[in-house]
Every structure is written in structure tokens, then in C-alpha cells.
């Protein structure tokens, strides 16, 4: 049976350092080709044995309409990518690790043989030209397991007495070995003008060419350290838990399964029962400190490129500084305010609609030293949740249940009523939730407050329009809680669910992020309210970039803002949690048993009450 497999492409790519390609079947390390899939797609000749292995690269395939399968087309350039990193790897001879359908690795292989042939796709048309290659496993001395019983492997001894013959091209002086049966030599030399070009009284049906025996058996020694198939396990030495080296998935000690990391406190088998824990340590607050200070030069630095965008806001009504955020396009936000609410400095920005109707607001409140020590705040809120079990895991973003599922790029546990966002995320009821929840709750709740009067009164004189931001919310009766790892993210979406009510709060612990809007693409085409686009113009360009640092509150009030906008974000360090409130109105749900159970878990306990925030 094989040393090392998996049921999901995901636990593939996550579990093993060598392969990594989530969608294709070639993986590279520095432009040189380390893993090879074998999946569904096959071709004319391709070789599966013991030993050795015929293959092609992908590439140049649509989809036919008639067999609702890839074929080939078009000639598979020889200048792509993967055709580069396979050449790497044939002319360095590197190991190759081929895992073939269901995802069970075979062994390490070396390819002996990089050549091009023509190919009948499709009958009725023309061939193209596909690259092949000729993988031979590295150790021969090694049973392969998934030989046929009846198989026989011929022995290295054996194996090293065949031998190709080859013969040198009249036309270009380039030598191929004779790898056709029935003496049917060619030149393989995809630029000559004799390239798989046959005797002219020879009637040769491409697809029906076969191997010779000999090109077949011929064995190639290979030179070199074997490393094991199975990668060691992760190693916690001098890490705190949540660094990129143990953000991977592993490969069961257990079974050979290979596994995605799926718990954000454990190493947990998809397939047996083994879970290995996985040490979470305090993350240490001078590596915040350094962190943060990298964050703030980066933010500089980007500022500093374009001066224009950098600060003073004399042109804009609400004059003042902007140290904290950066308006990209001073021509679409042109509204702020600076205010103060309890220890809070914050900043408030209006963003407007195609025609310029301001449709909402969001809001920043810049935490302080003083107000992340003080008692139940972010400091003993972001110690309390990196080290307590609250459930976080990662759930199917893609294709749920599939072979080739997908799961999100940060950790999730909600609380209170469900919120449905495209991703089924897992759901506890507020008296089910921590204290550190419920603190975190009443802190956004009381920031909601502030963000939502400010906008009603900034905006008293303005004629909204009916996509306006309302003047009150509601309160909220759900949370959302994100862990995010060392290079976790979340792209580009908006919080434009119909169940949702217009105000969204969330509050920043840990290592710092970037919120960045951007008009959505088809809701904003065609208005006369040109904005720049990104060179392939397929998105709108960013119109303001908010830096969110540990113990750093949001606001964003107006339901139409995520009709017209979309943001993302993107952390900078190790260890950071979103913590984001809503409220989802039972009336809009279709589903009776969700708004009982929206009205059960939505409830705030009585206990609550004691963590009530004043800023």
C-alpha cells in the first residue's frame, strides 16, 4: 500500500512540501519541476509501470462539446512555464515525487527523457505538438507497490542492458534515439524542419505508434541523496504556533494521510483518529511592537511614492490630518471628520455613490497604550483568545465535499445568530461564548453608537437620497470571530448579504492589517464618474487604504456601501483577530427554524450586562 496518500487535493498540497499545486499537475521550486500529478487526463502512449512512467504536460486544452472533456487543440508551446521547470528537472535530473489518482504518491522518480511528439486530438483535425516525458524511478532496488501482483520487475542488472538506438537528423544534425517499433526512426527535434516527419511510403497513423521495447526497459542510474517520502512532522522548536511553518497541514504518523490544517489549536488526522496538539504559545508583545513598526515604515514607504496622497486635506471639506489613513482618490472621497469619543481619536470618512450621493460611512477608532492595558481590554482580550479553545476552524470555501474542496484562509467561530456568507460557518449562542466575546460585543456595540450618531449629524444637511445611511441601527445579535495565521488573508468581498442590517463593527487584536475599498467593477461601469482602473482592467483601483492595528475599531454604517464597494484584508504578521458584529434580521430569513433559532442564539445574556463599554 502506498506510504503516503489523500482523499482531497488540499491535503495533497497542505501536507506535502513537494507538491503544491492546488490546480494543475506540475509543481515548482525555483523554476525546476519537483512533483508530478497524474490524474484523469490521459494521452495516446502514456505509460504506467512499475518503473517507469510516460507522461505529458497539460496545457493548450479546451473543453470538447461533444465529450465534455479536455482535449488538446493547440500546439503545447515549448517556451510555457511548466515546460521550462520540466526541462530544469530533466537536465539537472532532480526528483520528481509523481502522486497518481486518488492522490496516492508513488515514489521519487528522475526524468531520463524530455522530447516533443504530434498528437491526434480530435479526429478530423490536424495534430498538435506535445511534449512528453519519460519518468524512471530513482530507486530501483525498491519494490514499487503498486506493481500488479503477477508484474515483474526486471532487476537493476537486468534493466541496464537495454538500450535505445539512436540516429543523428540529416537535416539538422540533432540525434534522437529510435523510440517507434517497426523501425519508424524520427527526428524529435520540435524545430526542424524534419520533426516527426516519417519515410514517405510509410503510412503512419500517429496515434497508433507504440514504444520499443527497448526505450522502454532502458534504465538510467541515478546519482544522489533519496529524501524520505514522508515528510517529518511539523517541529515547534522555538515558535509560538501560529508562524507559516506550522500553517501547513501534515501527513499522518498514523495512516499516511496527508492533511490540512484544519483546527487552529491541534493537528487533527481527516482521515484516523490521531490529533496531534499544536503548541500555542503567548505571542510575545515586543514581537507586536517590531511588527507594527515594520507596518508603519511599509505605510510610509508607500506613501512617500505618491506625495500627492500623502497628507493635509485642504482641499477636502472636514479638514485635517491624515496620519492614519490614505484617501487614493481625493476626487471620490472628499468628505471627513476628525472626532473624539472617550479615549478615542477618530476619523471618519463619507463614501459617495457613482453620481456622488453619499450612501454611507466608516469609521476608525485609533487605539492608545493606555486603552489596550486597561482592564478587559484588547491586551488581556487578545491573551485571552489566542490561548482558549473558542472553536475556530477553517470551513469549505470551495466546491464543499469535493475532492477538490477548498477551504478558507483564516480560522472562523461564530457566535449568535447564523450568518450565511457563501461559507457554512460553524454557530455557538451568545450564552455558549466566552466573556471575551461578550467584552468584545459590548466594546462594538458602544463604538456602533458613536460611528452611527456622528454620521446622522455630519450628514443633517445633505440630501441623501433613498440609498442613504439610516439614521439608527440595530442592535446587534451576531459575531463573527476570525483568526488569521502568519500569511493568512481574506480578499476582496462585501458584507451585502440581504439578511444584514446596514452597520458592521469590528475590532482589530494582534498583528496589524490594511483594509483597503475598492468600487465594485459591474456596479459602477458605465456611470460618469470615471475611476481609474488596474492595467488589465479588471478591477477599479483602491480609493482608500485604512492601516488596523492591535486594539483599532471599525464602523461601517450604510447598507448600499457594499452594493458599490468591496474591501479586503490583508494582515502583516503572525497572529491577528477580527472580531466583527452584525445584525441579521430574522424577519428576512426564509426559514422558520433559522429565525427561532436566530432569536435563541441572538439573545445577549444577562450576564452581559457587567461588560457594558464606555470608551
Known amino acids: 500500500?502506498?506510504?503516503?496518500?489523500?482523499?482531497?487535493?488540499?491535503?495533497?498540497?497542505?501536507?506535502?512540501?513537494?507538491?503544491?499545486?492546488?490546480?494543475?499537475?506540475?509543481?515548482?521550486?525555483?523554476?525546476?519541476?519537483?512533483?508530478?500529478?497524474?490524474?484523469?487526463?490521459?494521452?495516446?502512449?502514456?505509460?504506467?509501470?512499475?518503473?517507469?512512467?510516460?507522461?505529458?504536460?497539460?496545457?493548450?486544452?479546451?473543453?470538447?462539446?461533444?465529450?465534455?472533456?479536455r482535449v488538446r487543440c493547440e500546439d503545447a508551446p515549448d517556451d510555457a512555464a511548466n515546460i521550462k521547470a520540466i526541462r530544469l528537472a530533466y537536465e539537472c535530473r532532480a526528483l520528481i515525487a509523481v502522486p497518481p489518482h486518488p492522490y496516492a504518491v508513488l515514489d521519487w522518480f528522475?526524468?531520463?527523457?524530455?522530447?516533443?511528439?504530434?498528437?491526434?486530438?480530435?479526429?478530423?483535425?490536424?495534430?498538435?505538438?506535445?511534449?512528453?516525458?519519460?519518468?524512471?524511478?530513482?530507486?530501483?532496488?525498491?519494490?514499487?507497490?503498486?506493481?500488479?501482483?503477477?508484474?515483474?520487475e526486471p532487476s537493476s542488472t537486468a534493466a541496464y542492458s537495454y538500450q535505445a538506438s539512436t540516429q543523428r537528423c540529416k537535416k539538422c544534425g540533432v540525434e534522437s534515439k529510435e523510440i517507434f517499433k517497426a523501425g519508424l526512426w524520427t527526428c524529435l527535434n520540435h524545430t526542424c524542419a524534419s520533426f516527426f516527419k516519417f519515410p514517405p511510403r510509410r503510412r503512419v497513423q500517429v496515434n497508433k505508434l507504440e514504444y520499443t521495447d527497448a526505450f522502454l526497459n532502458e534504465r538510467t542510474p541515478f546519482v544522489g541523496p533519496l529524501p524520505p517520502l514522508r515528510p517529518e512532522l511539523p517541529s515547534f522548536d522555538g515558535?509560538?504556533?501560529?508562524?507559516?511553518?506550522?500553517?501547513?497541514?501534515?501527513?499522518?504518523?498514523?495512516?499516511?494521510?496527508?492533511?490540512?490544517?484544519?483546527?487552529?489549536?491541534?493537528?487533527?488526522?481527516?482521515?484516523?483518529?490521531?490529533?496531534?496538539?499544536?503548541?500555542?504559545?503567548?505571542?510575545?508583545?515586543?514581537?507586536?511592537?517590531?511588527?507594527?513598526?515594520?507596518?508603519?515604515?511599509?505605510?510610509?514607504?508607500?506613501?512617500?511614492?505618491?506625495?500627492?496622497?500623502?497628507?493635509?486635506?485642504?482641499?477636502?471639506?472636514?479638514?485635517?490630518?491624515?496620519?492614519?489613513?490614505?484617501?487614493?482618490?481625493?476626487?471620490?472621497?472628499?468628505?471627513?471628520?476628525?472626532?473624539?469619543?472617550?479615549?478615542?481619536?477618530?476619523?471618519?470618512?463619507?463614501?459617495?455613490?457613482?453620481?456622488?450621493?453619499?450612501?454611507?460611512?466608516?469609521?476608525?477608532?485609533?487605539?492608545?497604550?493606555?486603552?489596550?492595558?486597561?482592564?478587559?481590554?484588547?491586551?488581556?482580550?487578545?491573551?485571552?483568545l489566542e490561548l482558549s479553545d473558542i472553536g475556530l476552524k477553517r470551513n469549505a470555501a470551495a466546491l464543499p465535499g469535493n475532492k477538490l474542496e477548498g477551504l478558507c484562509r483564516h480560522f472562523q467561530q461564530n457566535f449568535g445568530a447564523k450568518y450565511k456568507f457563501g461559507v457554512s460557518?460553524?454557530?455557538?449562542?451568545?450564552?455558549?461564548?466566552?466573556?471575551?466575546?461578550?467584552?468584545?460585543?459590548q466594546r462594538l456595540v458602544w463604538a456602533a453608537k458613536k460611528a452611527v450618531?456622528?454620521?446622522?449629524?455630519?450628514?443633517?444637511?445633505?440630501?441623501?437620497?433613498?440609498?442613504?445611511?439610516?439614521?439608527?441601527?440595530?442592535?446587534?445579535?451576531?459575531?463573527?470571530?476570525?483568526?488569521?495565521m502568519e500569511d493568512d488573508r481574506i480578499n476582496y468581498h462585501d458584507d451585502g448579504e440581504s439578511e444584514l442590517g446596514p452597520t458592521v463593527a469590528a475590532l482589530s487584536l494582534g498583528s496589524p492589517s490594511t483594509m483597503r475599498f475598492r468600487p465594485k467593477l459591474r456596479a459602477w461601469s458605465g456611470s460618469s464618474n470615471s475611476l481609474p482602473k488596474k492595467a488589465n482592467g479588471k478591477a477599479f483601483l483602491d480609493v482608500l487604504e485604512v492601516p488596523m492595528k492591535h486594539g483599532d475599531m471599525m464602523v461601517m454604517h450604510g447598507a448600499a456601501i457594499h452594493r458599490f464597494y468591496e474591501h479586503a484584508v490583508e494582515p502583516m504578521g503572525r497572529r491577528r483577530f477580527a472580531l466583527t458584529c452584525r445584525y441579521i434580521d430574522p424577519d428576512k430569513m426564509t426559514d422558520q427554524a433559522d429565525r427561532d433559532d436566530?432569536?435563541?442564539?441572538?439573545?445577549?445574556?444577562?450576564?452581559?450586562?457587567?461588560?457594558?463599554?464606555?470608551?
Open 110 to 152: 528522475h526524468i531520463t527523457d524530455l522530447w516533443a511528439e504530434m498528437h491526434v486530438t480530435r479526429e478530423g483535425h490536424k495534430p498538435v505538438r506535445v511534449w512528453r516525458m519519460r519518468f524512471e524511478k530513482a530507486d530501483l532496488s525498491k519494490p514499487s507497490w503498486w506493481a500488479p501482483p503477477a508484474g515483474e
Open 453 to 484: 450618531e456622528a454620521t446622522t449629524t455630519h450628514l443633517a444637511e445633505y440630501d441623501l437620497g433613498p440609498d442613504g445611511p439610516p439614521p439608527t441601527s440595530n442592535a446587534f445579535n451576531e459575531l463573527l470571530a476570525l483568526g488569521y
Open 1 to 69: 500500500k502506498p506510504e503516503v496518500w489523500a482523499t482531497l487535493r488540499g491535503g495533497l498540497c497542505e501536507g506535502l512540501s513537494y507538491f503544491r499545486a492546488y490546480k494543475g499537475s506540475l509543481h515548482s521550486r525555483d523554476r525546476t519541476a519537483i512533483g508530478f500529478l497524474i490524474d484523469k487526463e490521459a494521452s495516446a502512449r502514456d505509460v504506467f509501470g512499475p518503473q517507469v512512467i510516460i507522461s505529458s504536460v497539460g496545457g493548450g486544452r479546451v473543453l470538447d462539446a461533444e465529450t465534455n472533456r
Open 239 to 384: 515558535l509560538h504556533g501560529t508562524e507559516k511553518l506550522l500553517r501547513h497541514g501534515f501527513v499522518c504518523p498514523q495512516c499516511g494521510n496527508c492533511n490540512r490544517r484544519v483546527f487552529w489549536n491541534r493537528f487533527s488526522c481527516e482521515n484516523c483518529t490521531c490529533k496531534l496538539e499544536s503548541v500555542m504559545l503567548p505571542y510575545p508583545w515586543e514581537d507586536l511592537a517590531k511588527e507594527e513598526t515594520i507596518f508603519e515604515q511599509l505605510i510610509a514607504r508607500r506613501r512617500k511614492k505618491k506625495p500627492d496622497i500623502r497628507t493635509g486635506a485642504a482641499a477636502r471639506k472636514g479638514k485635517g490630518d491624515e496620519p492614519f489613513s490614505t484617501i487614493l482618490n481625493r476626487d471620490s472621497i472628499t468628505i471627513t471628520q476628525t472626532l473624539y469619543f472617550g479615549s478615542y481619536k477618530v476619523r471618519q470618512y463619507f463614501l459617495p455613490d457613482p453620481e456622488g450621493n453619499i450612501i454611507g460611512s466608516f469609521a476608525l477608532f485609533i487605539s492608545k497604550p493606555d486603552i489596550n492595558a486597561a482592564p478587559n481590554g484588547p491586551n488581556e482580550l487578545f491573551r485571552q
Open 425 to 441: 460557518v460553524q454557530s455557538k449562542g451568545f450564552d455558549q461564548a466566552p466573556d471575551a466575546i461578550l467584552q468584545v460585543l
Open 598 to 615: 436566530a432569536a435563541i442564539k441572538g439573545a445577549i445574556p444577562e450576564h452581559a450586562k457587567k461588560f457594558v463599554y464606555y470608551g
